[in-house]
């Protein structure tokens, strides 16, 4: 991934990605003139943001523990689990198709993570990873059933959830730093490259927000092609 290219530690990662999405999604709602929502819609946008964030949080985390390339696979294959028991396929020929494509994908995401040649080492680090990419899909989940809890639509969106998002990013560096006496990821410059990061997730998350409303291609379908690249 472009994160894991540029480097640096989880913290970096997700404020850097935070404000980049934040970037983006301010210049796209001033563009288009799009009205900030309130109430309700707001909220459940903004718990949208926070659900990612703590989501990305853990994800960031298994990078380092196992690689992108392998930690990917597995938290798709997670996500689109998720996505799929909250979706809208119609008719009992749908949800058969679409089961059995759940079945490949988690054989796929098996032999992903195998190793031929694995020390007892690695294999506890995988077992734990792949635990926390099991709990992070909690906040996934939240991430894209929360707009639905509401009538807002993806652009609208937006915004308030990038927002729940830099306000995880901002207080989970504070943490890092005052508890774990980290140096500050706010005075380190790869907090700012990841920047450029955020700005590619930002532009795939509002097509995938657009795709999923029950209008378009609907939650299931839409986070599935959402995830063709992996």
């Not at 640096?8 to 850097?16: A, H, S, T």
Request: proline residues 3%; hydrophobic residues 55%.
């Amino acid at each position: 991934t472009i994160a894991s290219k540029i480097g640096g530690r989880p913290v970096n990662q997700i404020l850097g990605t935070s404000l980049g999405t934040l970037i983006f999604a301010a210049i796209f709602s001033m563009i288009n003139g799009l009205t900030f929502p309130t109430g309700m819609d707001l909220f459940f946008s903004i718990l949208s943001g926070v659900g990612w964030a703590c989501a990305q949080i853990i994800t960031f985390k298994c990078f380092t523990m196992i690689g992108s390339s392998r930690a990917m696979p597995v938290t798709t294959a997670f996500q689109l689990l998720g996505a799929s028991l909250l979706g809208n396929w119609p008719g009992a020929t749908a949800k058969l198709l679409g089961a059995f494509a759940l079945v490949l994908i988690m054989i796929g995401a098996k032999m992903t993570v195998w190793s031929e040649t694995e020390s007892a080492e690695s294999a506890g680090i995988m077992k734990k990873a792949v635990l926390l990419l099991a709990v992070g899909e909690i906040g996934y989940w939240a991430y894209s059933a929360a707009p639905q809890a509401t009538a807002i639509d993806g652009m609208h969106a937006f915004l308030p959830q990038a927002i729940g998002m830099v306000i995880v990013a901002v207080i989970y560096s504070a943490v890092v730093t005052i508890k774990g006496g980290e140096t500050s990821p706010f005075i380190e410059a790869v907090s700012y490259k990841q920047i450029f990061s955020g700005f590619f997730f930002a532009f795939a998350a509002l097509t995938y927000l657009i795709s999923a409303q029950p209008d378009m291609n609907g939650l299931a379908t839409g986070f599935i092609l959402s995830q063709t690249s992996v």
